[in-house]
C-alpha cells in the first residue's frame, strides 16, 4: 500500500461503501497502527483509523486513493425480482442505464448519489452496472437476487 495521508474532513455515511476485506502490515515510520476495519467510499477512496498519528499522536482517519476505482454501492441486497434497491456512487445524475449481470433494469435518479432501480424479471445474481457520462461504474460485490 503507498503512503497513508489525513482525511481532509469526515465522509458522508451515504458515500461509504461496504469494508474490504484488506491486510497490511504494522508500519512503524508511518505510526499506522490499524484500529478498526477500512472502508471504501464509492469514489474508490479507502478510510481508516489508527492508534496513532496525527499532530498530537493521539489517533487519526486516514485515506488512500491510488489504484482504486469508482464503484457503486448496494443500499438493499438482496431482493426478488419486482422489488426496489438502492444504488449509491459518485456521480449519478446523468446515468444513461442500469443492468443487473448484464439485463437491463428500470431506474429513477433521486439524487447525484443515489440511484432506486427494480430488479428485472429474468435476472440472476451478479454484478451491476451503470452506465453515466464518465464511464461504467460496476459493483464492488455481486447482487444476489432471490428466487
Request: glycine share 14%; net charge positive.
Amino acid at each position: 500500500m503507498a503512503s497513508t495521508s489525513p482525511a481532509s474532513g469526515a465522509v458522508p455515511s451515504s458515500q461509504l461503501g461496504c469494508a474490504q476485506k484488506l491486510s497490511f502490515g504494522v508500519n512503524k515510520g508511518d505510526s499506522i497502527y490499524p484500529r478498526s476495519a477500512l472502508f471504501q467510499a464509492s469514489d474508490g477512496t479507502m478510510y481508516g483509523t489508527a492508534y496513532e498519528g496525527g499532530s498530537d499522536r493521539q489517533g487519526t482517519v486516514f485515506s488512500e486513493g491510488e489504484g482504486f476505482g469508482p464503484f457503486v454501492a448496494f443500499v438493499r441486497n438482496p431482493a426478488k425480482v419486482g422489488q426496489r434497491f438502492g444504488l449509491l456512487g459518485q456521480g449519478l445524475k446523468q446515468t444513461s442505464s442500469v443492468s443487473l449481470n448484464g439485463t437491463a433494469a428500470k431506474f429513477t435518479v433521486k439524487s447525484d448519489p443515489l440511484i432506486e432501480a427494480t430488479v428485472p424479471a429474468g435476472a440472476g445474481t451478479g454484478f451491476v452496472t451503470v452506465t453515466t457520462p464518465s464511464g461504467i461504474l460496476t459493483s464492488n460485490v455481486p447482487f444476489h437476487v432471490i428466487p
